[in-house]
């Protein structure tokens, strides 16, 4: 036999063969083997300050790399801090590795200190969670965890190591599997020729992109299709810029709370062509009430079954061969009603009057006016959940895939902060704000600490108004009142610059566009608190209410 080596740098080993450039973490008495040998790797060991924060990064990272972005964490509660980001990476269809610590073997079937039934917990919320019952097993382990979290539809998946297993010695012939990545197929012809039938005989249809086209990089073939084909194109939340906003063919964003001005598009429409959409993405109720419209699925895998999404033709394989073949079998272009110009003409005068608003505290459609004159056309913005996320995916226009991120699946709040992180260091060239209320900005700010130690620079730009705005907004829609939903804050430039971090307070409009470029200039991290009144909020869901169709 030859020389023996440690299993845990045969785990080190096995990342470093899948590409592993980062490990977000918390180290924990069970996987100091595995932490130390890390530090003889390519691998860079970002050191969190809460478990949550290390998934969220591990998400981002996986989500605009398409390579599964790792997260590690010590058993029990380390490990189940790692939840709320892990599933929020599953619903997000976002490939994640999240590797902990567990008791050693020769105590977890017993009653014993932190024992916990991690992989019973992870399963629900991963595409594959297992416990790791040898040495020998690690490489085809972690091969498999890999291997499912970046084959589609992708996800997170979840492996616990005892700690007997991660400290045992291992033959040193013991070594990771090769890489092979799957690789998806040429569209069905006769499935191809089925689609083209539907649209033979369509009178308006219309294209719904989603987040699924954006990791399949279907722009190109998307802006062909539509081009050729004379269609409009609506995306959602999550397929933001994988259609360019400024496209004459596009409508914006589907995905708010009401009947917002992109649904008259899908009023309008005998057809539905999803690509890359999913349903957790969006509702497809609110596209297809009546149950009465023809839909052609294209992806690389099957459609959900939804009683409001009944699929006529399903094409599955690479997306964009497929948007090529069905362009080129179908023998018409149609024509661009009047519909879609005007829902364009009414987001421009939206964002229009946002920039003329002077008023103070800012209002919502201002600070997002701002935020997209000061950030370029492939900068990164990432939206956290609550009325931010709202204001800033339905109004700011989106020209390249991935650079206006939200959470839509699980809709976590808390993302933003440790998200911009991950998305820093996946595009260090590209610049990075954190759009987020001051709620969500409080569950992870402490990763305000791990930016400034690890010299990562980024944008926190906090929509201040001392409440939970969203729930506000709902009750007092819903429910006339609210209640339970207002909250003290800390001095936000106080608060950034005891992390180290550049503070800045915004007191007038005229000051938040000036303070961003300075900001986003700077090679440090930065918070920038600005009070927003969301007055505007429940004007623009009784003006949504009051607009009636057909355009």
């Keep these: 036999m ?90 997000n269809s ?13 105590r977890i079937y017993k009653e014993s200190h932190q024992v916990v039934d991690l992989v019973s917990l992870f399963r629900p919320i991963t595409k594959w969670a297992e416990l790791a019952p040898s040495p020998q097993a690690l490489p085809e382990l972690i091969r498999k965890a890999f291997k499912t979290a970046q084959t589609e539809r ?79 194109v609506a995306t959602t939340f999550n397929g933001k810029g994988v259609f360019p906003d400024d496209h004459r063919h596009a409508l914006g964003a589907v995905g708010f709370m ?99 608003e002077d008023g103070f505290p800012l209002s919502p459609r201002r600070v997002v006016a701002d935020i997209r004159e000061a950030m370029g056309r492939e900068d990164i913005v990432l939206a956290d959940t609550g009325a931010v996320k709202m204001w800033m995916a339905r109004m700011y226009p989106t020209y390249e895939p991935n650079t206006m991120l939200v959470s839509n699946g699980l809709s976590s709040m808390g993302f933003s902060v440790p998200g911009a992180l991950a998305a820093k260091l996946a595009f260090p060239r590209r610049r990075v704000l ?17 930016a400034v130690r690890e010299r990562v620079p980024f944008v926190v730009l906090v929509w201040v108004d001392d409440a939970y705005g969203l729930i506000e907004w709902k009750m007092d829609l819903e429910l006339g009142r609210d209640s339970n939903v207002a909250f003290g804050n800390p001095d936000f430039v106080t608060y950034a610059e005891s992390f180290g971090a550049r503070g800045y307070r915004i007191t007038s409009a005229d000051e938040l566009l000036p303070t961003l470029r300075k900001a986003l200039a700077d090679d440090v991290v930065s918070v920038i608190a600005v009070p927003v009144d969301y007055a505007a909020n429940l004007e623009l869901t009784d003006k949504l209410g009051e607009l009636t169709g057909p355009f």
């Design 2 to 91: 030859s020389a023996q080596g440690n299993a845990a740098r045969l785990i080190v080993q096995a990342l470093e063969a899948e590409g592993v450039e980062y490990v977000f973490g918390i180290p924990g008495e069970e996987n100091i083997h595995f932490v130390d040998a890390l530090n003889d790797s390519s691998i860079r060991y970002v050191l969190v300050r809460h478990e949550q924060g290390a998934a969220f990064m591990a998400e981002i990272y996986g989500r605009l790399t398409g390579k599964a972005g790792v997260a590690s964490a010590t058993l029990g509660p380390g490990a189940i801090n790692l939840m709320l980001g892990v599933a929020d990476a599953n619903t």
């Design 94 to 106: 976002t490939p994640v590795v999240a590797i902990t610590a567990q008791v050693g073997l020769d």
């Design 154 to 232: 992708p996800g997170a998946v979840y492996l616990a190591i005892p700690e007997d297993v991660e400290s045992a010695p291992v033959p040193g012939d013991l070594r990771p599997l090769p890489v092979n990545v799957v690789r998806t197929q040429d569209p069905s012809p006769a499935q191809i020729a089925r689609a083209a039938d539907v649209l033979a005989t369509a009178r308006r249809p219309i294209v719904l992109a989603g987040h699924g086209a954006a990791r399949a990089r279907a722009s190109d073939a998307l802006v062909r299709f539509s081009e050729r084909l004379g269609l409009p």
């Design 258 to 356: 009401r009947h917002d001005y992109v649904n008259f598009g899908f009023d309008e429409a005998d057809v539905l062509i999803s690509v890359g959409y999913e349903l957790q993405e969006f509702d497809p109720v609110k596209i297809n009430p009546m149950r009465d419209k023809k839909i052609i699925h294209i992806h690389q895998f099957p459609a959900e079954v939804d009683d409001h999404y009944p699929v006529a033709v399903g094409v599955q394989g690479d997306i964009s061969r497929s948007l090529h073949a069905l362009a080129d079998a179908v023998h018409r272009r149609f024509e661009i009603n009047g519909t879609g110009e005007k829902i364009r003409r009414m987001v421009r005068e939206e964002l229009a009057q946002g920039r003329s």
């Design 434 to 450: 954190a759009a987020t209320g001051d709620g969500a900005f409080l569950m992870n700010s402490q990763e305000l600490e791990t």
